[in-house]
């Protein structure tokens, strides 16, 4: 099995069989794959005991967003007020962890490898979709977005707008709620949303 073909099946194990995400495998049975994979390269970490590909990210660096059209960030947000920094931007998508392996060891050596991979070609920034539980029907979304918009939201020159709105003002956002672990990670790193959820 190829390398993207290893990632593709631990992220079919985790978000369709851990998380329960309804994904499309008709024409690739046990693999979460999509039309941007072939585009982007694939960051893996292995249990150095089995070889086993335990943690992914996938990343689509400028040139070849250039080429296909359009980054994925895009078919969820409007991303016209970042386009001045896409020329040094890289996305990043489909993070993912084996349930197995879910220590600080593991996310840490893929964002030394995202760390590398952003020095090595000059990029200056990052941007991706980072994902929240709707089981709720939406209400630990909206008061995650509304902590959020307090203590880290981006300059408004920096936002993104969700093509299709959570209706965070029809929601309960007064839950007391914790970020999911990859979230928590990035605010401990600075990052920053960019807008409203979609």
């Given at each position: 099995?190829?390398?993207?073909a290893?990632?593709?099946?631990?992220?079919?194990e985790?978000?369709?069989?851990?998380?329960g995400?309804?994904?499309?495998t008709?024409?690739?049975?046990?693999?979460?794959?999509?039309m941007?994979?072939?585009?982007?390269?694939?960051?893996l970490?292995?249990?150095?005991?089995?070889?086993?590909?335990?943690?992914t990210?996938?990343?689509?660096p400028?040139?070849?967003?250039r080429?296909?059209g359009?980054?994925?960030?895009e078919?969820?947000?409007?991303?016209?007020?970042?386009?001045?920094?896409k020329?040094?931007m890289?996305?990043?998508?489909?993070?993912?962890v084996?349930?197995?392996?879910?220590?600080?060891s593991?996310?840490?050596?893929?964002?030394?490898?995202?760390g590398?991979?952003m020095k090595h070609?000059g990029?200056e920034?990052?941007l991706g979709?980072?994902?929240?539980?709707?089981?709720?029907?939406?209400?630990?979304?909206?008061?995650l977005?509304?902590?959020?918009q307090?203590?880290?939201l981006a300059?408004?020159?920096?936002?993104a707008?969700p093509?299709?709105?959570?209706?965070?003002?029809?929601?309960d956002?007064?839950?007391?709620?914790?970020?999911?672990?990859?979230?928590?990670?990035?605010?401990?790193?600075?990052?920053k949303?960019?807008g409203?959820?979609?």
């Amino acid at each position: 099995m190829d390398e993207i073909a290893e990632a593709q099946r631990l992220r079919y194990e985790v978000f369709a069989e851990k998380l329960g995400a309804r994904l499309d495998t008709k024409s690739s049975p046990g693999l979460n794959v999509d039309m941007f994979d072939a585009h982007c390269d694939h960051l893996l970490v292995r249990d150095l005991s089995t070889l086993k590909v335990v943690g992914t990210y996938r990343v689509l660096p400028p040139h070849r967003a250039r080429a296909l059209g359009c980054l994925y960030s895009e078919s969820e947000f409007d991303l016209v007020s970042l386009n001045h920094l896409k020329p040094k931007m890289l996305e990043l998508g489909r993070s993912c962890v084996h349930p197995d392996f879910r220590s600080s060891s593991v996310i840490m050596a893929l964002w030394a490898g995202l760390g590398e991979y952003m020095k090595h070609h000059g990029y200056e920034s990052m941007l991706g979709c980072a994902s929240v539980s709707m089981t709720d029907g939406g209400h630990t979304a909206a008061s995650l977005y509304r902590r959020l918009q307090e203590t880290a939201l981006a300059p408004i020159k920096y936002h993104a707008f969700p093509r299709l709105p959570l209706p965070v003002d029809e929601l309960d956002g007064s839950l007391q709620v914790e970020p999911p672990a990859l979230i928590k990670g990035y605010l401990r790193l600075g990052a920053k949303i960019c807008g409203a959820p979609a």
